[in-house]
């Protein structure tokens, strides 16, 4: 069975930074899209940021110049890096596996991060 366990989230004034991290398990993480979300209150969720299996990156513009995608292989893990962070960035921030294999997504429970003005 597929898990994503996200971590790294937290409360972080404008303009510091964080990174999260998602451990996969269940699946062959290496070849697999892996890709953030998050979903702000009030507001649907929206993709933030994807790797694929060779390592091309997505972003939403939103976050582009701010934020890294990127994933370790050998750990199974998948970060994203986030820097001048504003409070709109605040949401919960969803690890998702767009598995090739079983042609369906996992989902992690997702992690809290809050920026303050």
């Known amino acids: 069975q597929v898990q994503l366990v996200e971590s790294g989230g937290g409360l972080v004034q404008a303009g510091g930074s964080l990174r999260l991290s998602c451990v996969a398990s269940g699946s062959t993480f290496s070849i697999h899209t892996m890709r953030w979300y998050r979903q702000a209150p009030g507001k649907q969720r929206e993709l933030v940021a994807g790797?694929?299996?060779?390592?091309?990156?997505i972003y939403v513009d939103s976050v582009k110049g701010r934020f890294t995608i990127s994933r370790d292989n050998a750990k199974n893990t998948v970060y994203l890096q986030m820097n001048s962070l504003k409070p709109e960035d605040t949401a919960v921030y969803y690890c998702d596996q767009q598995n090739a294999i079983r042609n369906q997504d996992y989902w992690g429970q997702g992690t809290q991060v809050t920026v303050s003005s």
């Open positions: 790797i694929t299996s060779g390592g091309s990156t």
